[in-house]
């Protein structure tokens, strides 16, 4: 094949920062200096140089791709970059810095592997820093970077690098979730040690930021413990004269968890019937076996009543059932989230009515510690809330596997998404009443 | 490296397959837009794989300038037919005819009417998510656009107020009149897309590869010689062997010249290559923020 020798394996990361911390510089040193540019975006940057830059390329223009954001030196929304090395392929989420824009980093970050947290050297750590690291362990991305910038600035200072480096690593044991975390003194605006290693840190063994992303060891992110089958749509062709398809009823998903075999037994929730997987179909044939993120079509053994929303899940190892839920919130919306709000709750497949029935606490992020029983949560707070839905719904601990312990609170009306969900654990498993299938 | 574990096209395919799925389940309404371009065949090859055995449960869409290559059009409606799928196509013609749209006199450009011709079409049908072929790495307004992308009831993109998109959660819900743009493909890069075509052996219009056709320079491209395009005195004429990298309208698409004439040659080509996709599109040049204008307006 010609494209064997293509890099197969993404990354995806994100950088965040606060305003001016040089994340789009950043990104588009790295299209730069690793030759990912090509030369119409090239002279499209030496243009608009000689018009809003004096004279000097601007690398930031890269990546903020609004006429605002070029107007005014900012970036509005998360902007993604595609490039690739000899070893690896990235999709960059460059997401804003503005406390406005917090929601955008989420946005950015709920999908990365990796985040690369950008702490200018003269400022140090502030607090759009620390919530940055904060979002970054909530949302359970494994690794992160902290590019400490603007190290010209400084005059190289090891010192001051050290500072900051042991500031942040005060705090992050009460975060506990990174797998690994990698400290790096840059100049995004020079290039020190974004692509090339500097001249100007002796006393830093690397590597440079370029090689980190090539490197770093990704272990699947995806959950390949528990058997989880959110039913998406339903598969009914309408084909009467097919002997193929005839009574053909398939239920077609994306497997959020696990893996799963033909002739497996498995339990449809909620209705808590116990059947066996018939067929795996796929346009491409049928499989023996599938694995989280597959999308698949699944035949059951039995023709049971199942529509979008139910979720087929392995017989052990089974996910909660609930109607009263307790999850980590991370607010986006100006109007504030209050108890006894109503709002439309996306979960994998299925939206229901919630209420908000109690806040039970707010992050406060200079001492990380919750704050009990806050009035409201505001725009870009983080607090732990506890929901009542219409009808219980099948879920895992967001922990345990993202994507059926994650979901949204959409407002009616203006259908905002209003909030971004990860559930607490269940305190216990689904019970359903197993009733074998019989005909 | 374990046996479960997907590589970088599989991972896009399934992001993909996952999308159309909700589109079909979360919309009363929806269609395709199908072009017979590159990626709206990638497009189509995910709806067969997201929705086989049953058929295609929406209807492809596709606004003709009347400047369009024939071959594309001749290909539309074929790999429609062969699909079984219903193919709406509604003309600026008609829609300048019935005071649609309304040209700007003395351009000789269909790109801004085929914003309001896209519009009425949307309006006759009341098409709530139409799904699309754009990619994010395209163009640096497409690179901000979120994969479900909100519309007022005019069609407008307002970039700075859109949602939040969190892990694979698509907020869906419009109120009546307003409309979701959708695109599935917004993390391929046109190798991704190639590399697609080359892996499904899908079939793409033959402009796509090398063969020879008379040319004339203007404004640094080589743009293809038509009735529409008469080459004026004095201008370079010359008969080329030459392909289509993007397909825009007949008289905006810059021909390069190559020699590619299988998938595996433009792979080869494209991982050389020195410019972008939308470096031989003459509409993307006008401004800075051409696209953004456009999309702003109602665009794709």
Redesign the interface.
């Known amino acids: 094949m010609?494209?064997a020798q293509?890099?197969?394996?993404?990354l995806r990361f994100n950088t965040c920062g606060s305003v001016d911390d040089g994340k789009s510089t950043l990104i588009g040193r790295l299209l730069y200096d690793s030759k990912s540019l090509?030369?119409?975006?090239i002279e499209?940057l030496e243009r608009?140089a000689d018009i809003t830059g004096g004279g000097r390329i601007n690398l930031a223009n890269?990546?903020?791709?609004?006429?605002?954001e070029?107007e005014q030196g900012i970036t509005?929304?998360?902007?993604?970059?595609?490039f690739?090395t000899p070893k690896r392929?990235f999709?960059v989420a460059d997401t804003p810095g503005h406390v406005q824009y917090t929601?955008?980093m989420?946005?950015g970050a709920?999908?990365a592997n990796l985040s690369i947290v950008l702490a200018d050297a003269r400022q140090g750590v502030i607090e759009q820093t620390r919530r940055h690291i904060y979002i970054g362990a909530l949302l359970g991305i494994p690794h992160l970077v902290i590019a400490v910038n603007k190290m010209d600035l400084v005059n190289w200072d090891k010192e001051r690098f050290l500072e900051i480096r042991d500031e942040i690593e005060d705090f992050l044991p009460k975060l506990d979730v990174f797998r690994d975390v990698k400290f790096m003194p840059i100049s995004a605006l020079e290039g020190d040690n974004v692509v090339f290693a500097s001249k100007n840190t002796p006393w830093f063994e690397g590597p440079t930021l370029l090689a980190h992303l090539e490197t770093v060891h990704i272990a699947?992110d995806?959950n390949?413990d528990a058997f989880r089958f959110p039913v998406?749509?339903v598969?009914?062709?309408?084909?009467p004269n097919d002997v193929?398809?005839h009574d053909?009823r398939?239920l077609?998903?994306?497997i959020a968890g696990g893996?799963v075999q033909k002739n497996q037994e498995v339990v449809v929730l909620p209705l808590g019937i116990k059947t066996t997987i018939k067929d795996i179909?796929?346009?491409?044939g049928s499989l023996t076996e599938a694995?989280c993120?597959?999308?698949v079509t699944i035949c059951l053994a039995h023709d049971i009543d199942v529509s979008?929303g139910d979720m087929i899940v392995g017989a052990r190892n089974l996910p909660g059932y609930s109607a009263n839920l307790r999850a980590q919130v991370c607010w986006?919306q100006t109007r504030p989230l209050q108890a006894n709000k109503k709002y439309?709750l996306?979960?994998t497949?299925q939206?229901v009515q919630a209420a908000v029935t109690s806040l039970e606490s707010r992050i406060n992020f200079d001492s990380f510690e919750p704050e009990p029983a806050p009035p409201q949560l505001g725009i870009n707070d983080i607090g732990i809330i506890h929901l009542r839905t219409a009808k219980p719904i099948v879920f895992d601990g967001y922990k345990t596997n993202?994507?059926t312990g994650?979901?949204?609170l959409?407002e009616s009306g203006t259908?905002?998404?209003a909030g971004?969900g990860m559930l607490l654990p269940p305190l216990e498993p689904a019970k359903p009443e197993y009733s074998d299938f019989a005909i | 490296m374990s046996s479960y574990h997907l590589d970088h096209l599989q991972l896009l395919e399934t992001e993909g397959i996952h999308i159309m799925r909700e589109v079909a389940a979360e919309f009363e309404r929806p269609a395709l837009l199908f072009s017979g371009g590159k990626d709206s065949i990638c497009l189509l090859r995910l709806a067969e794989k997201a929705f086989r055995p049953s058929e295609i449960p929406l209807p492809l869409l596709n606004v003709d300038t009347g400047h369009h290559f024939p071959e594309l059009n001749e290909f539309r409606d074929r790999r429609a037919k062969e699909l079984g799928a219903k193919l709406i196509v509604r003309t600026v013609e008609e829609a300048v005819a019935k005071g649609i749209a309304v040209p700007v006199p003395g351009e000789i450009s269909r790109n801004r009417l085929q914003i309001p011709t896209l519009l009425a079409a949307i309006e006759e049908f009341q098409f709530d998510g139409l799904i699309g072929g754009a990619r994010r790495d395209e163009e640096k307004a497409r690179a901000k656009e979120r994969f479900f992308s909100f519309r007022d009831s005019f069609g407008q993109w307002d970039p700075k107020n859109q949602r939040p998109e969190i892990w694979n959660l698509y907020n869906a819900r419009i109120n009546p009149g307003e409309q979701m743009r959708v695109f599935p493909l917004s993390n391929w890069t046109e190798m991704d897309i190639w590399e697609y075509i080359g892996k499904e052996k899908l079939e793409v219009p033959a402009i796509y590869f090398s063969h020879k056709r008379r040319c004339v320079r203007r404004h640094g491209q080589w743009l293809p010689v038509t009735d529409l395009l008469p080459p004026r005195p004095n201008e370079e004429v010359a008969e080329l062997v030459v392909r289509v990298r993007t397909i825009g309208d007949i008289i905006s698409t810059g021909m390069i010249e190559s020699p590619a004439n299988s998938v595996d040659d433009i792979i080869a080509e494209i991982a050389a290559a020195r410019v972008t996709e939308r470096g031989s599109r003459a509409d993307d040049k006008s401004s800075e923020a051409a696209m953004e204008d456009r999309k702003k307006a109602g665009y794709f």
């Not at chain 1, 179909?281 to 491409?284: A, I, L, M, S, V």
Request: proline share 4%.
């Open positions: 010609s494209h293509h890099p197969v394996e993404i090509m030369e119409d975006q499209a608009s890269l990546t903020d791709g609004l006429r605002a070029r509005i929304d998360v902007a993604y970059r595609y690739a392929k999709i929601r955008n989420v946005t709920s999908t699947s995806w390949l998406q749509w598969n009914r062709p309408n084909r193929n398809f053909f398939g077609s998903g994306q893996i179909w796929t346009c491409d694995f993120p597959q999308s979008r986006m439309l996306k979960q497949t939206t993202r994507l994650s979901f949204i959409i259908n905002a998404t971004a």
